[in-house]
């Protein structure tokens, strides 16, 4: 049987991102040698991976990689560690490889720029964009048990409690349930780590999801227009002049409220135990304190992070 050796324009703008794999390319017609040709030194295409091309010549955006990266190694892949928390709206920062996980029984060459492991344990995927992704708790400690300096460890299982998508328990089921290879030290920094601020900014992440209000900045000082300090706050709104305070937004002895609203401040205060019990009430105290806020004139304050807080 004869092979077209052209497409039709048309038959090639169906892809995603611009990504097609060799078996795509023959359903409409372009052989594997024009492939090659196309892709070759001078051309208008890229080759990212064996029988997957990029139908342009210009680098690759992660998105792509990520596509290209399933279509090499099949759908039943799931993408894992820092790529999945990204997916998941955690923000770290990317790794040179993007980690897959593969089922047990398939073997595949590995490839630049892509790392793979085999398990019997492939996690549910969920799909974001067209691509799945492992659950929270799985990406963190896949790629917690890769990284050998400990404090990054810590900083790595941290991230799902401080954007409120896990808690500890299900970490560490997660954990006991996976490859028990590189874990000592996880589970060692998982059953000591004091959670209480951490568990309290995934709670208040939590309220916020259900409200229209815009992201915060986190962990802030305001200070005046000086730059003396006034007092802190565990959420600002920069653009009306609102401060959310559940960390110590009550406490014996603290004053910083005082402070705080004497500047024209719209401050909300709640405890840890109220974002548990009842956050959607504090959710609805949070809009209601946004529309007053943005009704009254901004206060004459700035807010800088507090250094050494996650933003």
Same mark, same amino acid.
């Given at each position: 049987m004869a092979t077209t050796e052209s497409a039709e324009p048309l038959a090639l703008s169906d892809t995603v991102c611009g990504v097609l794999t060799s078996r795509q390319l023959r359903d409409v017609g372009v052989s594997a040698r024009?492939?090659?040709?196309?892709?070759? *030194?001078?051309?208008?295409?890229?080759?990212?991976?064996?029988?997957?091309?990029?139908?342009?010549?210009?680098?690759?955006?992660? =998105? &792509?990689?990520?596509?290209?990266?399933?279509s090499r190694h099949g759908h039943e892949a799931v993408i894992t560690g820092a790529d999945a928390l990204r997916a998941h709206g955690v923000h770290c920062p990317l790794t040179d490889q993007i980690h897959l996980l593969i089922p047990h029984y398939r073997r595949l060459a590995p490839d630049a720029g892509v790392l793979t492991c085999r398990t019997g344990r492939m996690p549910e995927p969920v799909m974001t964009d067209g691509l799945p992704f492992a659950p929270v708790a =799985?990406?963190?400690?896949?790629?917690?048990?890769?990284?050998?300096?400990?404090?990054?460890?810590? &900083?790595?299982?941290?991230? *799902?409690?401080?954007?409120?998508?896990?808690?500890?328990?299900?970490?560490?089921?997660?954990?006991?349930?996976g490859n028990q290879r590189g874990s000592a030290t996880v589970r060692t920094i998982l059953r000591g780590l004091d959670e209480r601020d951490?568990?309290?900014?995934?709670?208040?992440?939590?309220?916020?999801?259900?409200?229209?209000?815009?992201? *915060?900045?986190?962990?802030v000082a305001v200070c005046d227009r000086r730059g003396r300090r006034i007092g802190t706050a565990d959420a600002w709104w920069d653009e009306v002049g609102l401060a959310w305070r559940y960390l110590t937004g009550v406490g014996v002895g603290d004053f910083t409220h005082l402070a705080l609203t004497a500047t024209g401040t719209v401050?909300?205060?709640c405890t840890t135990q109220q974002l548990l019990d009842n956050p959607d009430e504090v959710g609805r105290e949070l809009i209601r304190a946004y529309t007053q806020a943005a009704r009254t004139p901004r206060p004459k304050v700035r807010a800088v992070h507090e250094v050494g807080t996650a933003a």
């Amino acid at each position: 049987m004869a092979t077209t050796e052209s497409a039709e324009p048309l038959a090639l703008s169906d892809t995603v991102c611009g990504v097609l794999t060799s078996r795509q390319l023959r359903d409409v017609g372009v052989s594997a040698r024009r492939a090659a040709r196309l892709s070759g *030194p001078g051309g208008p295409w890229r080759r990212l991976y064996p029988g997957v091309f990029l139908l342009h010549d210009t680098p690759p955006t992660r =998105r &792509q990689l990520l596509h290209a990266a399933i279509s090499r190694h099949g759908h039943e892949a799931v993408i894992t560690g820092a790529d999945a928390l990204r997916a998941h709206g955690v923000h770290c920062p990317l790794t040179d490889q993007i980690h897959l996980l593969i089922p047990h029984y398939r073997r595949l060459a590995p490839d630049a720029g892509v790392l793979t492991c085999r398990t019997g344990r492939m996690p549910e995927p969920v799909m974001t964009d067209g691509l799945p992704f492992a659950p929270v708790a =799985r990406a963190a400690l896949d790629l917690a048990r890769r990284e050998p300096d400990s404090a990054a460890v810590e &900083q790595l299982v941290t991230l *799902p409690l401080y954007w409120g998508l896990a808690d500890r328990a299900e970490l560490l089921a997660e954990l006991d349930a996976g490859n028990q290879r590189g874990s000592a030290t996880v589970r060692t920094i998982l059953r000591g780590l004091d959670e209480r601020d951490t568990f309290a900014h995934g709670l208040a992440v939590k309220a916020l999801r259900s409200t229209p209000l815009p992201a *915060p900045m986190w962990n802030v000082a305001v200070c005046d227009r000086r730059g003396r300090r006034i007092g802190t706050a565990d959420a600002w709104w920069d653009e009306v002049g609102l401060a959310w305070r559940y960390l110590t937004g009550v406490g014996v002895g603290d004053f910083t409220h005082l402070a705080l609203t004497a500047t024209g401040t719209v401050l909300v205060r709640c405890t840890t135990q109220q974002l548990l019990d009842n956050p959607d009430e504090v959710g609805r105290e949070l809009i209601r304190a946004y529309t007053q806020a943005a009704r009254t004139p901004r206060p004459k304050v700035r807010a800088v992070h507090e250094v050494g807080t996650a933003a």
